[in-house]
């Protein structure tokens, strides 16, 4: 009796610590934006880095969920949609929200083939949607598929867990801020996703006033060519805790609810066996002669053929198993 008492009070526990739990990981990608946000169970993907990012989440992916209730692709540039072909490939996912259904361009073509091929529809939000993800509450603020600068269609949402609260701002710049200071929508979160990489056309200091967050997260790559995060941001965000994933690699927010914890993990880095070309889509050893001819904006590093061929990569005939 006693043994199955104290059998039952441990699956409670167990069960406890699995759901009533926000985590957040907002990935490192290198240059670009990828956060995975996943609640009692249920998980939600931000964003997918560059192409070269699609072997580091189709992993992580493959780790840490079964499925995805929601893609958000927060506008179609490659270092926000490169990786969502591998996250189609990884796990089976239910609706891809957009600020766009039709694009240009070979990354967003990818995306569209493994979202047909699992039947997965790609819809524009209305502003002020919400919707559940486990105990948490997902609302789109902002979503302006007209917006002149790309950067501007961005969807902007906010995460809401008990009292705790993150804001995602894509790479949405100043004229977005501005429409959302003036339509009074609910911007203040504890934890901000920097818009834009940190980039200076982004972050004004009336924004960043009003969301007035604790703790503010930048993704960009290290060294990257763009200066990302410019001074300017670094300045609006005096006082604020900021966490950059080019200095600490993935980061994580934990949330019951009430308190936030944070930590990094850097547990899933990809050791790569294979270097994939996502120009040619073959994969290749990493000293094979075609790997010294492609330009490092090709290059897909790639943990194992059985990966690479997951991921859409046909084999180089000269690199046998
Ligand atoms: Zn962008
Ligand atoms: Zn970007």
């Known amino acids: 009796m006693k043994k199955t008492l104290s059998l039952i009070l441990l699956l409670i526990l167990a069960t406890s610590a699995a759901y009533a739990d926000l985590s957040v990981h907002f990935l490192d990608v290198g ?30 992916l493959r780790q840490e969920v079964v499925s995805l209730s929601a893609i958000v ?14 996250a189609l490939n990884a796990v089976p996912v239910d609706v891809i929200y957009s600020p766009v259904t039709t694009w ?18 790609i819809v524009i939000p209305q502003e002020r949607d919400s919707f559940p993800l486990g ?20 969807i902007v949402l906010r995460v809401d867990y008990g009292s705790t609260s993150f804001l995602f701002t894509g790479d949405a710049e100043k004229m977005s801020e501005y429409m959302m200071l003036t339509e009074r929508v609910p911007l203040k979160a504890d934890v901000l996703k920097v818009a834009h990489h940190g980039s200076r056309y982004c972050s004004s200091p009336e924004f960043i006033e ?30 604020v805790k900021v966490l950059r994933t080019d200095q600490l690699g993935t980061i994580v927010f934990h ?37 010294a001819d492609m330009t490092e904006h090709n290059k897909v590093p790639l943990a194992s053929r059985e990966d690479a061929i997951a991921l859409g990569y046909k084999p180089c005939g000269s690199c046998k198993p």
């Open 255 to 291: 949330s019951d609810g009430q308190t936030l914890t944070v930590s990094t993990a850097d547990v899933h880095e990809v050791t790569a066996t294979y270097i994939g070309n996502r120009n040619s889509m073959k994969f290749h050893y990493p000293d094979c002669a075609s790997v």
């Open 104 to 121: 240009n361009g070979k990354t967003w073509k990818s995306l569209v083939k493994y979202a047909s091929a699992q039947v997965t529809p």
């Open 31 to 60: 240059q670009g934006d990828a956060t995975l946000v996943v609640c009692d169970g249920e998980a939600m993907l931000i964003d997918g880095g560059s192409p070269s990012a699609s072997q580091f989440l189709f992993t992580y």
């Open 210 to 239: 009003a969301v007035a967050p604790s703790w503010a997260v930048i993704s960009c790559g290290e060294g990257n060519p763009y200066g990302h995060p410019h001074e300017e941001t670094l300045r609006a965000l005096a006082g």
């Open 73 to 86: 692709a927060t506008h179609p540039h490659d270092d926000h949609i490169g990786g969502l072909a591998a």
């Open 135 to 154: 105990g948490a509450t997902v609302t789109i603020l902002h979503c302006w598929p007209e917006a002149w600068a790309e950067n501007d269609m961005s």
